[in-house]
């Protein structure tokens, strides 16, 4: 199990929120509201929040935007996850990722059919990394975005869990780019 290191500081975050829903306002967004409630109680900064329609290139333009920031580290979306024809978040933002997070995945689900059972199949969450920037794509749901938050994100966005977190690793997520090439390398 986690531990929070109590010698270690917290180091804050700037995370955007992105909710996609053809039906949502700012005004009755609870997804949206319950993710940007919970990561600033927990000492994060919302960076930035937006809503976008179920539309592929409309959401690929907000999170373009957004791993482009150098002021935005982190990345969560909340909606169009499911099944549906218009539940495209997945096809919209996994093109984007350098490198897959198949452990987030696996362990939303297994928070989630604790509390709904085999419903949470029903549920395509994903995540991954681009430009440096986390990206957390979950449910539209108020109680998918309460559980992938306090179960999963919560800590390791928290530079102080132990034994490993996202925010120890974060200075090196771009080293590919800033390392030049061998000598003699022919790629």
């Not at 700012?26 to 993710?35: E, H, N, R």
């Amino acid at each position: 199990m986690s531990s929070i290191d109590e010698s270690k500081s917290f180091i804050p975050l700037n995370i955007a929120v992105l909710t996609i829903s053809d039906t949502r306002s700012l005004a009755d967004d609870k997804s949206g509201t319950t993710l940007a409630d919970r990561l600033t109680a927990a000492g994060h900064k919302l960076a930035a929040r937006e809503i976008v329609t179920d539309d592929v290139e409309a959401i690929r333009a907000v999170i373009r935007r957004w791993i482009a920031d150098p002021a935005v580290d982190a990345v969560i979306t909340t909606g169009g996850t499911g099944f549906t024809g218009r539940d495209v978040t997945p096809e919209a933002v996994e093109p984007l990722f350098e490198k897959r997070m198949d452990g987030f995945s696996i362990a939303f689900h297994m928070l989630s059919h604790a509390k709904i059972g085999a419903s949470t199949i029903q549920s395509r969450a994903t995540a991954g990394v681009a430009g440096a920037t986390f990206i957390f794509c979950l449910p539209g749901s108020p109680g998918a975005c309460r559980d992938g938050w306090d179960g999963i994100l919560a800590a390791q966005l928290d530079y102080r869990t132990r034994p490993c977190n996202f925010v120890e690793i974060m200075p090196r997520l771009d080293e590919h780019l800033r390392r030049p090439k061998a000598k003699g390398s022919s790629a």
